[in-house]
């Protein structure tokens, strides 16, 4: 009997450190909560584990982009157009709902965070007076005169929540590095016509511009709006400078909450994207 039974300790062992072990390779996180594992940007941030900070794709993005595939330069520009164009037209009014869904702050779901000095503010302070937030034309609307009216002037793709007075002092400058530090927004600087947005959301501003220069072609009733290598492009539709802004799409890659915010416009609002967060090589390709 002590013969046939000897092995028995080493059975029970085997049961207790071997097939009771997660089946999960050495290293995995033990948490596989989907929030928990979604929650750290490709940056390496963490967000809270909120649902607002999930990142999920809903368009198989292949499919969406098959038309500009193996396409490049003008070809490629002018099927992402297609692609893009022919998206739901937000009022002005409405803007002001969906900022405080897409630019919502990951740490505290009542507050919005600011374009330019990265702050959190309540989202109950929407309006025009100190202390509030507004709405940025990141393409400064005076530069092709297309106003409020639905299209260009109220395109979330490029509409951002800004205080007030920073909104103000950059005005409707062209981007480009340089000039002094704006005391209200440490880290971002300005001079006569141009404005230099903190390092943080340099290619924020960048791929806002190509999608806007990419969507708006003069063919639907709006102005064609194109980029420049110059500042000071006054109310022509150009907005510049095309060399920087190209760095910039470098120097400060796409992050989740860029990511998370294409998906919310995309499910949510307008239904099309920005193809320069999907890939923002492409903006290289086009205005090589």
């Given at each position: 009997?002590?013969?046939?039974?000897?092995?028995?300790?080493?059975?029970?062992?085997?049961?207790?450190?071997?097939?009771?072990?997660?089946?999960?390779?050495?290293?995995?996180?033990?948490?596989?909560?989907?929030?928990?594992?979604?929650?750290?940007?490709?940056?390496?941030?963490?967000?809270?584990?909120?649902?607002?900070?999930?990142?999920?794709?809903?368009?198989?993005?292949?499919?969406?982009?098959?038309?500009?595939?193996?396409?490049?330069?003008?070809?490629?520009?002018?099927?992402?157009?297609?692609?893009?164009?022919?998206?739901?037209?937000?009022?002005?009014?409405?803007?002001?709902?969906?900022?405080?869904?897409?630019?919502?702050?990951?740490?505290?779901?009542?507050?919005?965070?600011?374009?330019?000095?990265?702050?959190?503010?309540?989202?109950?302070?929407?309006?025009?007076?100190?202390?509030?937030?507004?709405?940025?034309?990141?393409?400064?609307?005076?530069?092709?005169?297309?106003?409020?009216?639905?299209?260009?002037?109220?395109?979330?793709?490029?509409?951002?929540?800004?205080?007030?007075?920073?909104?103000?002092?950059?005005?409707?400058?062209?981007?480009?590095?340089?000039?002094?530090?704006?005391?209200?927004?440490?880290?971002?600087?300005?001079?006569?016509?141009?404005?230099?947005?903190?390092?943080?959301?340099?290619?924020?501003?960048?791929?806002?511009?190509?999608?806007?220069?990419?969507?708006?072609?003069?063919?639907?009733?709006?102005?064609?709006?194109?980029?420049?290598?110059?500042?000071?492009?006054?109310?022509?539709?150009?907005?510049?400078?095309?060399?920087v802004l190209l760095k910039w799409n470098k120097q400060d890659p796409?992050?989740?909450?860029?990511?998370?915010?294409?998906?919310?416009?995309?499910?949510?609002?307008?239904?099309?994207?920005?193809?320069?967060?999907?890939?923002?090589?492409?903006?290289?390709?086009?205005?090589?």
């Amino acid at each position: 009997m002590t013969k046939k039974l000897w092995f028995l300790p080493i059975v029970c062992l085997y049961f207790i450190f071997g097939w009771a072990a997660p089946s999960a390779s050495a290293g995995a996180p033990a948490d596989t909560n989907l929030y928990s594992r979604l929650a750290v940007s490709t940056a390496g941030t963490f967000f809270p584990q909120t649902a607002s900070s999930v990142i999920t794709t809903s368009a198989d993005t292949d499919t969406y982009y098959k038309e500009a595939s193996g396409k490049s330069g003008t070809s490629l520009k002018s099927a992402l157009h297609r692609i893009i164009s022919g998206n739901t037209k937000l009022s002005y009014s409405q803007v002001w709902d969906a900022l405080k869904e897409t630019d919502e702050d990951p740490a505290n779901p009542n507050n919005v965070i600011l374009l330019y000095t990265q702050e959190s503010r309540a989202k109950s302070k929407n309006g025009g007076s100190v202390g509030d937030w507004n709405r940025e034309h990141v393409w400064a609307k005076s530069h092709g005169n297309f106003g409020t009216s639905a299209g260009p002037g109220t395109d979330i793709h490029h509409l951002r929540p800004a205080d007030v007075q920073v909104n103000s002092a950059r005005g409707n400058m062209d981007f480009d590095n340089g000039g002094s530090e704006y005391p209200k927004a440490p880290g971002n600087y300005y001079d006569g016509d141009s404005w230099e947005p903190r390092d943080e959301v340099k290619g924020d501003v960048a791929r806002m511009l190509f999608y806007m220069a990419v969507r708006y072609e003069g063919d639907d009733g709006y102005p064609d709006l194109e980029l420049n290598d110059k500042t000071g492009n006054g109310s022509a539709p150009y907005m510049g400078k095309l060399s920087v802004l190209l760095k910039w799409n470098k120097q400060d890659p796409v992050d989740s909450k860029e990511k998370r915010r294409n998906e919310l416009i995309y499910e949510d609002y307008q239904h099309n994207r920005n193809p320069f967060i999907d890939h923002p090589e492409w903006a290289d390709e086009i205005w090589k």
